[in-house]
């Protein structure tokens, strides 16, 4: 499996943005779709979007469509999420994941590498 280590998450006002990082080690980046997923306590790993092997395409859950906007660097193994306009409810912890076999999926049981998760919290 590859291995990933987002970064990039912090405190922001309600209305501003944040890049999230991933970093990814180990198997070949580019053969894995890349998804971001958040979760929060007591709830459950809410989808927020996918980014094809290629980066050519993107889907995004509609809670953060034309908000958020995912990105990858196949050069240097890394899927950004680029978050704007941000909300109070998109506070959580967010992960990215990696799908190893080119799935067209937004199910979270379907990815099978995972970071740690970095915390977003977005004051209001």
């Known amino acids: 499996q590859v291995q990933l280590v987002e970064s990039g998450g912090g405190l922001v006002q309600a209305g501003g943005s944040l890049r999230l990082s991933c970093a990814a080690s180990?198997?070949?980046?580019?053969?894995?779709?890349m998804g971001w997923f958040r979760q929060t306590p007591g709830k459950e790993r809410e989808f927020v979007g996918t980014?094809?092997?290629?980066?050519?395409?993107?889907y995004y859950a509609d809670s953060v469509k034309g908000r958020f906007t995912i990105s990858r660097d196949n050069a240097k193994n890394t899927v950004y999420l680029q978050m704007n306009s941000l909300k109070s409810e998109d506070t959580a912890v967010y992960y990215c994941?990696?799908?190893?076999?080119?799935?067209?999926?937004?199910?979270?049981?379907?990815?099978?590498?995972w970071g740690q998760g970095t915390q977003v919290t977005v004051s209001s």
């Open positions: 980014i094809s092997r290629g980066g050519g395409s993107t």
């Open positions: 180990g198997r070949t980046f580019s053969n894995y779709v």
């Open positions: 994941a990696g799908e190893p076999w080119g799935q067209d999926t937004t199910d979270s049981a379907d990815f099978r590498s």
